[in-house]
């Protein structure tokens, strides 16, 4: 029997119930998107063969860009993977650069970011005490934050001090919200500049004598931060790693726990069930999806964990070796950075409304071809992984069209594609070689 008949003889029994193999991507796969675990440094080539930095934060913005946070600089993964420094130095810290090019400027250990429907970029620059923005031409300002760390509130955001902010989020409004670690408060920063606090306890003044309460201002909270997001509603949540919860400050200025019991807990526990009844210990970062889901790492064992905003319950997703601070695409699906110096992928939903990755011949011997339908047509990166999630093989070609992938060996692969508007997941099997 020749190659093609084989191929012929086992297709009949995989295509004719499903047309062709396909795994969607609430799967949840976990691959490697970034880093090859080496610490170090290396751009202009694709990301899962870059070497990287200890990664402090990480971000995806509306475009498909994923951009990571490490030593003194920030790094932008494109659409079609490939890494490159858009800011600051990694090895040389400062704060210099303010009206010019961001990749001229230095930075002091830029954590937290987000960006606004403009596509502006904003990074917590801690230990710089400020925030700044990168905007759409390359070009970084400081919008909060005034030489040196301090306690100010209630002026113009750039006469305001701050002392180590962690973590920035924005609103449908453009307005800017800051986790301003150091001074353990949430400040906001509205569309003419002006900054107030909207919750934490004010340095100086006598510490309440309940920290913890629900249903009371959230100017009377002890507080401290690994993540901040806004949902659609104009709440604000973050993370608090030192007493395990997830809290929410509303729109009038109360605070209420919504997941964790002020103690750490066994990793999972409370699953399927209400978040104010979970056990969590120390939640890492927070990020929120399009309909105000709640994404976040349960510290211990790295557990990638969602609160449903609708009935308010929890969930594990899926382990992520080494996880510490998650993001999310347009499409639902999640980037965790790992304190192995890599980024994972993990693929949570379907891409709605944009069709099922078409991989064909499946099963295949050494090659098969990949269509990727979309409204758009554009270039796509398709990698094929290994089982244990490493990348063996990239390919590039046009969605709507034929994208051949080849494999080195028999076995079944996981193939992940993206573009600027989409992203798949799919299965094949390499049944001889």
Not at 268 to 274: C, I, M, S, V, W
């Amino acid at each position: 029997m020749n190659v093609l008949s084989r191929i012929s003889h086992r297709l009949v029994a995989f295509i004719l119930p499903l047309v062709a193999l396909t795994i969607s991507a609430n799967a949840q796969t976990v691959s490697v998107f970034a880093g090859d675990g080496q610490l170090g440094y290396g751009d202009g080539g694709f990301a899962i063969d870059a070497v990287l930095d200890i990664i402090s934060g990480i971000h995806t913005d509306n475009s498909g860009n994923v951009y990571i946070t490490g030593g003194h600089s920030i790094r932008r993964i494109s659409p079609d993977g490939v890494i490159s420094t858009i800011a600051g130095n990694r090895a040389q810290s400062g704060k210099t650069g303010d009206g010019g090019p961001a990749l001229s400027a230095r930075l002091n250990y830029p954590i937290g970011m987000t960006s606004d429907k403009y596509g502006n970029l904003y990074v917590a620059d801690s230990r710089n005490d400020c925030i700044r923005k990168i905007d759409n031409e390359g070009i970084i300002t400081t919008v909060a934050g005034f030489s040196g760390g301090g306690f100010t509130t209630d002026t113009l955001a750039i006469h305001a001090l701050l002392k180590s902010p962690q973590a920035v989020a924005v609103d449908e409004r453009n307005n800017l919200y800051i986790a301003d670690g150091g001074n353990n408060r949430i400040c906001k920063v509205d569309s003419n500049g002006f900054l107030t606090t909207i919750a934490g306890h004010t340095p100086g003044t006598l510490l309440p004598k309940d920290g913890k309460s629900d249903s009371v201002s959230a100017l009377t909270a002890l507080m401290y931060f690994s993540g901040i997001a806004v949902l659609p509603g104009g709440d604000v949540v973050y993370s608090d790693p030192v007493q395990h919860v997830i809290r929410k400050v509303t729109t009038d200025g109360l605070v209420f726990t919504i997941a964790g019991k002020f103690v750490a807990g066994t990793p999972g526990e409370g699953d399927a069930g209400p978040a104010i009844s979970a056990s969590l210990s120390g939640p890492l970062g927070l990020k929120t999806d399009n309909k105000g889901d709640i994404y976040f790492i349960d510290q211990a064992y790295g557990r990638l964990r969602k609160i449903n905003t609708t009935d308010y319950t929890i969930n594990s997703i899926v382990q992520v070796p080494g996880g510490r601070f998650p993001t999310i695409n347009t499409q639902g699906n999640v980037y965790v950075a790992s304190d192995r110096k890599k980024v994972y992928y993990v693929s949570v939903n379907e891409v709605e409304g944009k069709g099922d990755m078409l991989i064909f011949p499946n099963p295949c011997e050494s090659r098969a071809y990949v269509t990727l339908p979309l409204q758009y047509q554009e270039m796509a990166t398709v990698f094929v992984m290994d089982m244990s999630g490493r990348v063996i093989n990239v390919s590039k070609g046009q969605t709507n069209g034929a994208i051949g992938i080849d494999f080195p060996r028999s076995g079944v692969f996981a193939i992940r594609a993206t573009s600027t508007h989409g992203d798949w997941g799919g299965k094949v099997s390499v049944v001889s070689h």
